[in-house]
């Protein structure tokens, strides 16, 4: 089983609005991934999640708030977004960050529209 | 940081004909080299890999070589079918993966 499910798979929400993104796996994973892909565009690393500690934070806005509460679980939390903050975001698990281990499972997405 | 380069932004062949996208990077200490195929409203899904330690590698249809000292790897689809059509992306990987830009490949009938 290879799979990372995420949840809602679609989302609109008014920039004051308060809401949360939530990627489940259960291959036994330890590193976790959030991404962020806009229309046309590859997915850019936002951060990353290590043995549910996270690892790297790749200079997001605080608008953005990851969560891991547990090795099978990783949560964004979205506060005060801006339209452009509107895009595909990508939920992904590795067994580890290591060399060996690196093979990224992505989930199907949820895609954010702020109005 | 690691910069990732990928061409040709898109690629039209016959079905039947081979079709190859190629990727250069920057940082030597890269060590992990996917390509993703991602079709239109879909997750991207691995196709294939190699790492450092190896020059080629072979699935089915699909090939991937890598050559270290000019730091590029390319990906080699042969026989292509419509439904290889879809956006491909390369990425660089040691601690994080950099994606390529992406390429929109289209295999016409």
């Known amino acids: 089983d290879t799979e990372v499910t995420q949840t809602p798979k679609h989302l609109v929400m008014g920039m004051t609005n308060k809401k949360s993104l939530k990627c489940e796996q259960h291959?036994?994973?330890?590193?976790m991934y959030w991404y962020k892909q806009k229309a046309k565009k590859p997915p850019e690393l936002m951060f990353v999640?290590?043995?549910?500690?996270?690892?790297i934070n790749e200079s997001v806005p605080s608008r953005f708030s990851p969560e891991c509460p547990n090795s099978s679980l990783l949560n964004l939390h979205l506060h005060a977004l801006q339209p452009e903050d509107s895009a595909l975001y990508l939920c992904a698990s590795s067994q580890g960050t290591g060399l060996v281990k690196n093979i990224q499972y992505f989930g199907a997405g949820t895609r954010l529209s702020v109005l | 940081g690691e910069n990732v380069e990928q061409h040709p932004s898109t690629l039209s062949v016959q079905e039947g004909d081979s079709a190859v996208i190629k990727c250069t990077y920057s940082d030597s200490a890269s060590n992990y080299f996917p390509w993703y195929k991602q079709e239109l409203g879909k997750r991207p899904q691995l196709i294939i890999d190699i790492r450092s330690n190896v020059g080629e590698k072979k699935d089915q249809r699909i090939a991937v070589t890598l050559n270290k000292t000019a730091k590029h790897f390319s990906l080699h689809i042969t026989e292509t079918q419509p439904e290889d059509s879809a956006v491909y992306f390369c990425?660089?990987?040691?601690?994080?993966?950099?994606f390529g830009t992406g390429t929109r490949l289209q295999v016409f009938p």
């Open positions: 291959m036994g994973h330890r590193a």
């Open positions: 999640y290590s043995y549910e500690k996270l690892s």
């Open positions: 990425a660089v990987g040691t601690d994080k993966l950099i």
